[in-house]
């Protein structure tokens, strides 16, 4: 990853701390390894491909339709992303991973656009904080009064409640990718033996980070999945392959976000500050996701 930090360039991220070191974000302890003759060439190749791309001043959206430059800088093509994700499959290099996470994000209009393009996941998530937010009694009386039932019922039951409650109807594409990542994450959770919802010890801060991150997590995967993987699957002659890729992403995006909600989501969040909390987190894993090298 880049010395780029958060606080860099004409856009600031706000509510995040002055301590906030954003090369701390990735897990994995990877920014220490040294890169090998094959992933500094699959570096210098990519960039210098990324950087022949972002010579033209507008591109083609996801629906083949030319959209103007947006004001943050060159955006990366969709057809650019496919071609990343295929090589990063091929190759099986970190290297080429990052550089597939960050043209797709470019690819979004950049992180700016592709918090504001999130519109049903962030208020999904605001509708988690609602919720999760405060003492545990207070949690579980609010539950109850939107009538989830918890007496004699599993995590499982409980939480396929909560989802039914704050779950957006999937009308659309975005409605269900916030609908899909919400009921993933709640499966996370369900999995968890040391998670008892029938207990008011199990409404906790941890909780309310597993729930927020773990949300965000499947949401942006999820999306970047569906929007850029079909050029690698088509192209996938194994199987193996396409599956590490994945991983590779999911540990990438895991490690941004879980790098920045301990420092934007506490449970003694006030309820004005839930958007720009929500709207924070997403911005600063989407920026990062931007910056990765």
Known sequence: MGTSSLYGGPKKTVLLPTDYDPDEALTGGESGEEQSDEELQDANQEQESENQDEETSDTEDSSGSVIDEPASGPIVSWQTVRRSMTHAMSTGSRTAT??????????????????????????????????????????????????????????KEILSDICGLIAPVPNDLEDSLADRALNEVATDVALDTTIDLNQLDGFNE?????MVGGFIKHYIYDK??????????????????????????????????????????????????????????FDAAYQQMEELR
Not at 130 to 155: L, P, W
Not at 206 to 210: C, I, S
Not at 238 to 243: G, H, R
Not at 266 to 281: E, I
Request: aromatic letters at 6%.
């Open 224 to 281: 970047l999945i569906m929007q850029s993987e079909q050029g690698a699957l088509n192209r996938c002659d194994n199987p193996a392959k396409l599956k590490n890729l994945e991983k590779g992403i999911q540990k990438y995006i895991n490690g941004i976000v879980d790098g920045v909600i301990g420092d934007i989501v506490r449970s003694g969040l006030s309820q004005d500050d839930f958007n720009r909390a929500v709207d924070t987190l």
């Open 206 to 210: 941890e909780l309310l980070q597993r």
């Open 98 to 155: 990052k550089t597939a996470i960050r043209r797709y994000t470019k690819a979004l209009g950049g992180h700016t656009n592709a918090t504001r393009q999130a519109k049903k996941a962030r208020s999904t998530a605001v509708s988690l904080l609602n919720y999760f937010t405060g003492t545990s009694e207070e949690i579980r009386a609010r539950f109850e009064e939107a009538g989830v039932q918890f007496d004699g019922r599993s995590t």
